[in-house]
């Protein structure tokens, strides 16, 4: 191997080392999620600066940010760490034809999925379930997936969608910003403190379209997970347009009321996804037909479909 060949490839430590600090932006977080002291973090990233040529981080007495090089290179090098994990775990585990991977949505995964799992499990024991979390759409194949649940449009790039469930959403708060807020009609929202889903930013106008009304959305705080959102939304910060089977039990607390009575049903709904080349993978053709046996038994059970 020639020393440039050499200067190209990086260790795996120093670069686990080095995407950790650009994740946290930390060089002590970076040691305690890897489990190293800080000087030894510092070492393997000074390491990678010397190795490149390049600074990567700019330390500042508040902490450590990425320089604009630096902030390329950890966003090239994210997924191929990913590959060589996914790989690793396989080689570890012996992977065989009787386990699937499987990518899951935070909220409906803890709320709705996982309480139904033991369910799966006791009918195929012989089928291993490892579960990833994941937001949005990404190539199945480079990440070793071979079934995702997705919400939004069945428009996924190289995966087969079937369609699981629609979405009823109402907004929602706590009964202490209800008391404060009197809302008498929707138009009163508008001028109130509304939650916003980052992957959804047309919800809220969607919602006050189906009431006959325009006009541009108050503005407040926007998340990435629902569960955050309902957090948000129990600690009185606002209103949030929440989908209501993914909250039956605050709602059944009244640690959240419904702050207007008009429910809509959501544009996005609910697949799974499967690339076609696993279409008659046995696990994935078996958790389908499992997941869609759920679907109807919750649909005439609680929904009422």
């Known amino acids: 191997m ?47 600066e010397e190795q490149l040529g390049v600074m990567l981080f700019d330390r500042t007495g508040r902490g450590v940010l990425l320089t604009p090089v630096g902030a390329d290179y950890a966003k ?25 991977n499987l990518a899951i949505l935070p909220t409906f ?34 990440e070793g997936i071979d079934m995702a649940i997705h ?3 069945p428009d ?37 403190p509304l939650l916003h889903m980052a992957s959804r930013p047309g919800a809220w106008s969607y919602w006050f379209e189906s009431l006959g009304l325009s006009g541009t959305p108050g503005q407040a705080m926007r998340f990435e997970q629902f569960g955050n959102v309902a957090q ?4 009185g910060l606002g209103v949030a347009l929440m989908p209501l089977f993914l909250i039956d039990t605050e709602l059944a607390g009244r640690q ?3 702050a207007f009575p008009h429910e809509i049903v959501s544009p996005s709904a609910y697949y799974v996804v499967a690339p076609a080349s696993k279409r008659d993978f ?21 929904v009422g479909w």
């Open 282 to 302: 046995r696990p994935v053709v078996a958790f389908r037909a499992w997941l869609l046996e759920e679907v109807g038994r919750y649909g005439q059970e609680v």
């Open 156 to 192: 996924w790039p190289g995966g087969e969608c079937t369609f699981l469930m629609e979405e009823k959403v109402a907004p929602v708060c706590s009964p202490a910003f209800l008391a404060a807020h009197p809302i008498s009609k929707a138009e009163d929202l508008m001028r109130l």
């Open 151 to 153: 919400v939004g449009q």
């Open 76 to 100: 090239a090098i994210s997924g191929a760490l990913a590959e060589i994990r996914s790989a690793s775990l396989a080689a570890m585990t012996k992977r065989h034809s009787d386990q699937l």
């Open 2 to 48: 020639t020393s440039l060949s050499r200067k190209l490839l990086p260790s795996t430590s120093a670069l686990a080392a080095f995407d950790s600090v650009a994740r946290l932006g930390s060089f002590s977080a970076a040691a305690d999620e890897l489990s190293l002291t800080q000087g030894a973090i510092s070492r393997q990233v000074s390491g990678l």
């Open 109 to 142: 995964g803890t709320r709705w999925l996982m309480p139904r799992i033991p369910q799966f499990v006791a009918r195929h024991p012989q089928i291993t379930l490892n579960f990833a979390t994941r937001i949005g759409a990404f190539d199945l194949d480079r």
């Open 256 to 258: 959240l009321v419904e």
């Open 232 to 235: 948000a939304a129990m600690a």
